[in-house]
């Protein structure tokens, strides 16, 4: 099962910041906190991962809290092409274990 | 090529039948990964390889799946005595290597569809 909770959907502004919440309590000391989206009809496309520090690319910023329970993924400026499902996955890679565990996603859908 | 292909991108079969899935990872990735996705739910793991060798088959639903990687680059998800519950989107998706904090690249998927 997921170790991930998010809401089901969400709506955002064209041109505002999307906010993606996930809360993921019960994480371990050696697993990152990934996020990916699925555009549909597509493969999930990577988006970034941290594990306890804030991280920011070309396409989003995350935000980790200090005791790692929960996250927020940030979209600063959202487009009608950020539409999509948004997976937030605990995940550790090593040893036997290497897979994403992908729970249901949130629904963002930006809106003009 | 620039990122994972599946191959066929659509399959119909009838029951009954066997069906290959390929995959052709990123070239030099050394962890391979299968996944199957049904109309509205999450990806769902089935299967991960480390070089050759099957690292965690935790996720095939039963033995009539099967996947291999026999020279630890190109893979084939094999499914025998298909039914129409297997009808789904079949994912394949690679990563440099299974150390923490690596992304794994997702290829387009082939939509299997038995009737």
Redesign the interface.
Known sequence: D?KTTQPTSMDCAEGRAANLPCNHSTISG?E?V?WYRQIHS?????II?G?KNNETNEMASLIITEDRKSSTLILPHATLRDTA?Y?CIVS???G??????????TKLSVKP | GAGVSQTPSNKVTEKGKYVELRCDPISGHTALYWYRQSLGQGPEFLIYFQGTGAADDSGLPNDRFFAVRPEGSVSTLKIQRTERGDSAVYLCASSLTVAGGTEAFFGQGTRLTVV
């Open positions: 997921a050696n990152y990934y597509q493969g999930p496309q990577y991962h594990l499902v997976y550790y890679y090593g036997s274990q290497g897979n994403l565990i992908f729970g249901k996603g």
